[in-house]
Protein backbone atom coordinates (compact mmCIF):
# COMPACT_ATOMS: atom_id res chain seq x y z
CA UNK A 1 0.00 0.00 0.00
CA UNK A 2 1.47 3.38 -0.57
CA UNK A 3 1.58 5.80 2.78
CA UNK A 4 1.81 9.74 2.24
CA UNK A 5 3.09 12.28 4.99
CA UNK A 6 2.90 15.49 4.62
CA UNK A 7 4.57 18.67 6.70
CA UNK A 8 4.69 20.27 8.77
CA UNK A 9 1.56 18.83 10.47
CA UNK A 10 0.19 22.53 11.24
CA UNK A 11 1.49 26.15 11.26
CA UNK A 12 0.77 29.19 12.29
CA UNK A 13 0.87 32.20 9.36
CA UNK A 14 -0.19 35.78 8.63
CA UNK A 15 -2.57 37.25 6.10
CA UNK A 16 -0.32 38.09 3.23
CA UNK A 17 2.40 34.91 3.98
CA UNK A 18 3.90 32.45 1.36
CA UNK A 19 3.17 28.94 3.02
CA UNK A 20 4.17 26.10 0.94
CA UNK A 21 3.17 22.45 2.20
CA UNK A 22 5.22 19.26 1.66
CA UNK A 23 3.34 16.02 0.90
CA UNK A 24 5.58 12.90 0.18
CA UNK A 25 4.45 9.17 -1.47
CA UNK A 26 6.25 5.71 -0.21
CA UNK A 27 6.74 5.20 -4.05
CA UNK A 28 6.33 6.57 -7.00
CA UNK A 29 3.25 7.94 -8.15
CA UNK A 30 3.96 9.99 -11.12
CA UNK A 31 1.49 12.82 -10.87
CA UNK A 32 -1.26 10.96 -9.68
CA UNK A 33 -1.70 13.94 -6.79
CA UNK A 34 -4.73 15.81 -5.36
CA UNK A 35 -5.38 18.51 -2.56
CA UNK A 36 -7.99 19.14 -0.41
CA UNK A 37 -9.32 22.32 1.43
CA UNK A 38 -11.13 21.19 4.70
CA UNK A 39 -12.89 23.58 7.13
CA UNK A 40 -14.31 22.55 10.41
CA UNK A 41 -17.68 20.60 10.07
CA UNK A 42 -17.59 20.84 6.42
CA UNK A 43 -17.12 18.35 3.38
CA UNK A 44 -13.20 18.80 1.92
CA UNK A 45 -13.27 21.09 -1.10
CA UNK A 46 -10.71 19.88 -3.98
CA UNK A 47 -7.93 22.70 -5.07
CA UNK A 48 -5.85 20.98 -7.26
CA UNK A 49 -5.40 17.66 -9.32
CA UNK A 50 -3.10 15.50 -11.02
CA UNK A 51 -0.51 17.41 -9.21
CA UNK A 52 -0.70 20.85 -10.70
CA UNK A 53 -3.85 21.32 -12.37
CA UNK A 54 -6.13 23.91 -10.73
CA UNK A 55 -10.10 22.77 -10.32
CA UNK A 56 -12.15 25.10 -11.80
CA UNK A 57 -13.14 27.97 -9.99
CA UNK A 58 -10.53 27.65 -7.24
CA UNK A 59 -8.31 30.93 -6.38
CA UNK A 60 -4.93 31.33 -8.69
CA UNK A 61 -2.87 31.98 -5.12
CA UNK A 62 -3.30 28.04 -4.75
CA UNK A 63 -0.46 26.14 -7.18
CA UNK A 64 0.84 22.89 -6.97
CA UNK A 65 4.07 21.30 -8.02
CA UNK A 66 5.96 17.83 -8.25
CA UNK A 67 5.90 14.36 -9.29
CA UNK A 68 7.12 11.14 -8.75
CA UNK A 69 7.09 11.30 -4.98
CA UNK A 70 7.46 14.66 -3.64
CA UNK A 71 4.70 17.46 -3.97
CA UNK A 72 4.22 20.93 -3.07
CA UNK A 73 0.89 22.83 -2.46
CA UNK A 74 1.74 26.79 -2.21
CA UNK A 75 -0.11 29.61 -1.07
CA UNK A 76 1.03 32.60 -2.77
CA UNK A 77 -0.59 35.69 -0.04
CA UNK A 78 -2.42 33.98 2.45
CA UNK A 79 -6.07 34.98 3.05
CA UNK A 80 -8.15 34.93 6.07
CA UNK A 81 -10.26 32.15 4.43
CA UNK A 82 -7.70 29.82 4.20
CA UNK A 83 -7.08 28.80 7.14
CA UNK A 84 -8.32 25.65 7.19
CA UNK A 85 -6.53 22.08 6.89
CA UNK A 86 -5.06 20.75 3.80
CA UNK A 87 -4.71 17.21 2.96
CA UNK A 88 -2.66 15.32 -0.25
CA UNK A 89 -4.46 12.22 -1.65
CA UNK A 90 -2.73 9.68 -4.13
CA UNK A 91 -4.94 8.54 -6.81
CA UNK A 92 -2.01 6.34 -8.38
CA UNK A 93 -2.87 2.49 -6.67
CA UNK A 94 -6.23 2.79 -4.54
CA UNK A 95 -6.68 5.94 -2.89
CA UNK A 96 -4.70 6.92 0.39
CA UNK A 97 -4.84 10.14 2.17
CA UNK A 98 -1.97 12.29 4.19
CA UNK A 99 -2.41 12.82 7.50
CA UNK A 100 -3.39 16.71 6.81
CA UNK A 101 -1.56 20.20 7.65
CA UNK A 102 -3.33 22.71 10.22
CA UNK A 103 -2.77 26.59 8.93
CA UNK A 104 -3.85 28.32 11.38
CA UNK A 105 -3.48 32.49 12.17
CA UNK A 106 -0.44 33.78 13.77
CA UNK B 1 -25.15 22.12 -9.89
CA UNK B 2 -23.88 19.05 -7.99
CA UNK B 3 -25.48 18.46 -5.40
CA UNK B 4 -24.89 15.16 -2.83
CA UNK B 5 -26.79 14.05 -0.27
CA UNK B 6 -26.23 11.98 2.33
CA UNK B 7 -28.54 9.70 4.67
CA UNK B 8 -28.75 6.67 6.72
CA UNK B 9 -26.37 7.69 9.45
CA UNK B 10 -27.10 6.94 13.26
CA UNK B 11 -26.21 5.11 16.69
CA UNK B 12 -25.68 1.60 16.12
CA UNK B 13 -24.23 -1.45 18.57
CA UNK B 14 -21.24 -2.90 17.49
CA UNK B 15 -22.13 -5.91 15.24
CA UNK B 16 -25.12 -4.00 13.59
CA UNK B 17 -25.61 -3.41 10.12
CA UNK B 18 -26.76 -0.11 8.80
CA UNK B 19 -27.22 1.12 5.24
CA UNK B 20 -26.35 4.54 3.80
CA UNK B 21 -27.96 6.67 0.95
CA UNK B 22 -26.33 9.33 -1.49
CA UNK B 23 -29.15 11.11 -3.65
CA UNK B 24 -27.10 12.81 -6.26
CA UNK B 25 -28.43 15.39 -8.83
CA UNK B 26 -27.08 17.85 -11.63
CA UNK B 27 -25.19 15.37 -13.47
CA UNK B 28 -25.04 11.86 -15.37
CA UNK B 29 -25.08 9.86 -12.41
CA UNK B 30 -24.30 6.89 -14.27
CA UNK B 31 -21.33 8.29 -16.19
CA UNK B 32 -19.32 8.35 -12.98
CA UNK B 33 -17.49 6.71 -10.29
CA UNK B 34 -18.62 7.35 -7.14
CA UNK B 35 -16.55 6.73 -3.84
CA UNK B 36 -17.39 6.79 0.50
CA UNK B 37 -14.74 8.99 2.55
CA UNK B 38 -14.53 8.96 6.31
CA UNK B 39 -14.01 10.91 8.71
CA UNK B 40 -13.47 9.66 12.53
CA UNK B 41 -13.87 12.23 14.94
CA UNK B 42 -10.74 14.71 15.29
CA UNK B 43 -9.17 13.12 13.17
CA UNK B 44 -8.19 12.74 9.09
CA UNK B 45 -10.10 11.83 5.54
CA UNK B 46 -9.55 7.57 4.92
CA UNK B 47 -11.43 6.48 1.40
CA UNK B 48 -13.41 3.87 2.31
CA UNK B 49 -14.95 1.90 -1.24
CA UNK B 50 -15.27 3.30 -4.46
CA UNK B 51 -17.70 2.06 -7.77
CA UNK B 52 -16.85 2.39 -11.06
CA UNK B 53 -19.41 4.01 -13.62
CA UNK B 54 -21.96 2.41 -15.85
CA UNK B 55 -23.07 -0.65 -14.51
CA UNK B 56 -20.98 -0.62 -11.23
CA UNK B 57 -19.49 -3.87 -11.66
CA UNK B 58 -16.47 -2.97 -10.27
CA UNK B 59 -15.65 -1.84 -6.61
CA UNK B 60 -12.74 -1.38 -4.70
CA UNK B 61 -12.44 -1.31 -0.55
CA UNK B 62 -10.32 -0.21 1.52
CA UNK B 63 -8.86 -3.02 4.13
CA UNK B 64 -10.16 -1.55 7.16
CA UNK B 65 -13.87 -2.27 5.31
CA UNK B 66 -13.21 -5.06 3.00
CA UNK B 67 -15.38 -7.93 3.59
CA UNK B 68 -17.88 -6.00 5.84
CA UNK B 69 -19.11 -2.71 3.33
CA UNK B 70 -20.65 -3.49 0.35
CA UNK B 71 -20.67 -0.16 -1.75
CA UNK B 72 -23.55 -0.11 -5.03
CA UNK B 73 -25.42 2.27 -7.05
CA UNK B 74 -28.72 2.55 -7.98
CA UNK B 75 -28.12 4.56 -11.70
CA UNK B 76 -32.66 4.58 -12.05
CA UNK B 77 -32.93 6.55 -8.99
CA UNK B 78 -29.39 8.51 -9.13
CA UNK B 79 -28.39 6.85 -5.67
CA UNK B 80 -25.11 5.66 -4.47
CA UNK B 81 -25.38 3.47 -1.20
CA UNK B 82 -23.11 1.96 1.70
CA UNK B 83 -24.15 -1.13 3.13
CA UNK B 84 -22.41 -1.69 6.88
CA UNK B 85 -22.46 -4.65 8.10
CA UNK B 86 -20.02 -6.39 11.37
CA UNK B 87 -19.70 -2.50 12.51
CA UNK B 88 -16.61 -1.84 15.09
CA UNK B 89 -16.74 1.07 17.44
CA UNK B 90 -13.82 2.42 15.26
CA UNK B 91 -16.09 2.79 12.46
CA UNK B 92 -17.55 5.61 14.06
CA UNK B 93 -16.96 8.54 11.83
CA UNK B 94 -18.88 10.94 8.85
CA UNK B 95 -18.99 9.21 5.75
CA UNK B 96 -18.84 11.57 2.78
CA UNK B 97 -19.88 10.27 -0.88
CA UNK B 98 -17.75 11.89 -3.44
CA UNK B 99 -18.35 12.07 -6.91
CA UNK B 100 -14.88 11.78 -9.31
CA UNK B 101 -14.23 13.73 -12.54
CA UNK B 102 -14.73 12.00 -15.78
CA UNK B 103 -12.91 9.20 -15.87
CA UNK B 104 -10.47 10.40 -13.68
CA UNK B 105 -9.79 9.25 -9.88
CA UNK B 106 -9.83 12.52 -8.71
CA UNK B 107 -12.89 13.13 -6.34
CA UNK B 108 -14.31 16.55 -7.27
CA UNK B 109 -17.47 16.67 -5.39
CA UNK B 110 -18.89 15.91 -2.18
CA UNK B 111 -21.94 16.02 -0.02
CA UNK B 112 -22.32 16.99 3.23
CA UNK B 113 -21.45 14.02 5.25
CA UNK B 114 -23.65 11.74 7.42
CA UNK B 115 -22.52 10.77 10.97
CA UNK B 116 -22.80 7.05 11.94
CA UNK B 117 -21.44 6.63 15.63
CA UNK B 118 -20.72 2.81 16.38
CA UNK B 119 -21.15 2.24 20.95
CA UNK B 120 -22.70 -0.35 23.14
Known amino acids: DIQMTQSPSSLSASVGDRVIITCRASQNIARHLNWFQQKTGKAPKLLIYDASTLQSGVSSRFSGSGSGTDFTLTISSLQPDDFAT ?19 IK | EVQLLESGGGLKQPGG ?13 RNF ?7 APGQGLEWVATVAAGGGGSTY ?3 SVKGRFTISRDNSNNTLYLQMNTLRVED ?8 DRLVQSVM ?10 VSS
Open chain 2, 61 to 63: YAD
Open chain 2, 33 to 39: AMNWVRQ
Open chain 1, 86 to 104: YYCQQSFSGRTFGPGTKVD
Open chain 2, 108 to 117: DSWGQGTLVT
Open chain 2, 17 to 29: SLRLSCAASGFIF
Open chain 2, 92 to 99: TAVYYCAK
